[in-house]
């Protein structure tokens, strides 16, 4: 899939989607399962979805600001940059992606203690998100530019916000995936 290409009825579709397999995947395991850490050097499901809601928040707060209160900063008028920005934003954090990223401080996940409700928060804010993209107009969504809530001088324009979140649900989703495979597969030797 070509999340830079995403519409903005696409892009709600497909968070509507990321939410159906999260409950579908997840919705079963406890708070024990859903907290457990392959190692210290990776996170737990909990915590792939508490970086989800956490940063999601951050995104969707500022794509309202964009198209509610439009500002025009020296990074907001350069021509191009939003554009470019925006694919390699997108590009980056797809599922696809093999790069390894640490995430901005302010969208890290507090704890590794995170309670069972994680996949049913996830979910409700998915289908709110989709609802909302459901209310802009799309040429708007590609007119007004945003900027990153984790790079101050990183800007993009709203519907490639829009599509970033899909991206970037998708490739934790995956990654939550994974780290139950693991388990999985440990427990079945």
């Not at 397999?21 to 990776?42: I, S, V, Y």
């Amino acid at each position: 899939m070509d999340y830079t290409r995403l519409s903005l009825a696409e892009c709600a579709v497909a968070l509507e989607e990321i939410a159906r397999d999260a409950r579908a995947t997840f919705a079963d395991l406890g708070a024990e399962q859903l907290n457990l850490r392959p190692d210290e050097g990776h996170w737990s499901v909990a915590q792939c979805f508490q970086h989800l809601l956490t940063a999601n928040s951050l995104m969707l707060r500022s794509a309202r600001d964009a198209l509610n209160h439009p500002r025009s900063t020296i990074w907001q008028r350069v021509p191009l940059l939003p554009s470019l920005f925006g694919r390699a934003l997108i590009r980056s954090q797809s599922p696809t992606s093999t790069g390894k990223y640490s995430a901005p401080a302010n969208a890290r996940p507090t704890s590794s203690d995170i309670a069972a409700d994680i996949i049913s928060c996830f979910s409700t804010q998915q289908c709110e998100i989709a609802e909302w993209m459901r209310t802009i107009d799309e040429r708007n969504a590609a007119r007004r530019i945003m900027t990153s809530p984790f790079i101050r001088f990183v800007t993009y324009s709203v519907l490639d916000g829009c599509r970033l979140i899909v991206a970037h649900d998708r490739r934790h989703f995956e990654q939550a995936r994974r780290v139950i495979a693991r388990f999985e597969e440990s427990h079945a030797r």
